[in-house]
């Protein structure tokens, strides 16, 4: 099988790409030619063992994702086998994988459901998550603006002047929460925080908020009152987001959000479901992250790899 680095996956795939495959992933999960598996966890001691795993029999491929989280970091892998033979094919190091499938999401999610002419975009988080998330909104929607907003200001400046940089965007930092959310048509949250980054209040008529750092039911980035003004709950995975989602079943604690609103981006993305019906209708996007996005990402990283040359041969376990 192949043994792909991080720098091999860097070579291979740009964010355009990856949000094309992304986008067919959520098309074959509706039509049921792919299955996705929520994630699992082990804690031990000091370590957690995040597992999960997807089918994409349109791709030929099955396969799936681990990662173990300590103090000192994390480490990600994806594993990938052939569905017809059962032979290893791939396995691939995922943190930056992980990271454009992640934003890739979204980019698929703001095709969807933001405005066309959404051109303005608030950012939480200055962090590696964040970085792709602006970039595939930006691959999507005409962003002119971007007001981004995390907790450290040295941090922050320094990715607005990065990001300004890297995508001939207007992004700058600014100093309170409400400033990269008032009157803005697009708001994503990619933090760490275990609590709102926001009031709801705040957020305009017809946004749509996308929030993407939490995949733990005791975290919530976004408030009960963004998700309660919502007219529609869109979920990258429904079941996945039951599992996972803190900023929807806090919600559902409060009585702001019944589980039976929510609709799959998947059905969205097929036709299945109507995404924004109103204009001024305010639109919550969660995402926690599905082993079908990294299957299917690898699956194309591994093919221009192939055709590249990148990588390194070792030996299928016996």
Request: charged share 20%; with cysteine.
């Given at each position: 099988m192949l043994y792909l680095t991080e720098s091999d996956v860097r070579e291979s795939i740009d964010m355009p790409a990856a949000i094309a495959v992304v986008e067919d992933a959520f098309r074959r999960l509706a039509d049921g030619r792919a299955v996705n598996v929520p994630r699992q966890r082990a804690v031990g001691a000091g370590i957690v063992v995040h597992t999960m795993s997807a089918a994409a029999d349109y791709l030929g491929f099955a396969g799936w994702k681990c990662y173990a989280t300590t103090k000192r970091g994390a480490r990600f892998l994806v594993g990938l086998y052939d569905v017809a033979t059962s032979e290893p094919a791939a396995l691939i190091e995922a943190d930056l994988l992980g990271q454009l499938r992640t934003g890739a999401t979204t980019g698929v999610a703001a095709r969807r459901l933001a405005a066309d002419d959404a051109d303005r975009l608030g950012l939480f988080g200055s962090g590696l998550q964040a970085r792709t998330q602006l970039a595939a909104v930006a691959a999507v929607r005409p962003i002119r603006s971007v007001a981004i907003f995390s907790r450290d200001p040295e941090r922050r400046r320094r990715f607005a002047s990065a990001a300004s940089a890297e995508l001939g965007i207007d992004c700058f930092a600014v100093d309170r929460p409400d400033e990269a959310v008032r009157n803005l048509p697009l708001v994503i949250t990619a933090?760490?925080?275990?609590?709102?980054?926001?009031?709801?209040?705040?957020?305009?008529?017809?946004?749509?908020?996308?929030?993407?750092?939490?995949?733990?039911?005791?975290?919530?980035?976004?408030?009960?009152?963004?998700v309660g003004r919502a007219a529609r709950v869109v979920c990258d995975d429904v079941a996945a987001c039951r599992h996972e989602a803190g900023d929807l079943a806090a919600a559902a604690d409060v009585g702001a959000f019944d589980w039976s609103q929510a609709v799959a981006l998947a059905d969205v993305v097929a036709g299945k479901t109507p995404g924004r019906r109103a204009a001024d209708d305010l639109l919550v996007f969660k995402s926690v992250g599905l082993a079908v996005e990294d299957v299917a990402l690898g699956v194309e990283v591994l093919r221009r790899a192939q055709t590249r040359g990148l990588g390194r041969e070792i030996a299928n376990p016996a």
């Open positions: 933090t760490t925080s275990r609590t709102p980054v926001f009031d709801g209040r705040d957020v305009a008529p017809g946004a749509l908020v996308c929030a993407v750092g939490s995949n733990w039911l005791n975290k919530a980035e976004i408030d009960a009152t963004t």
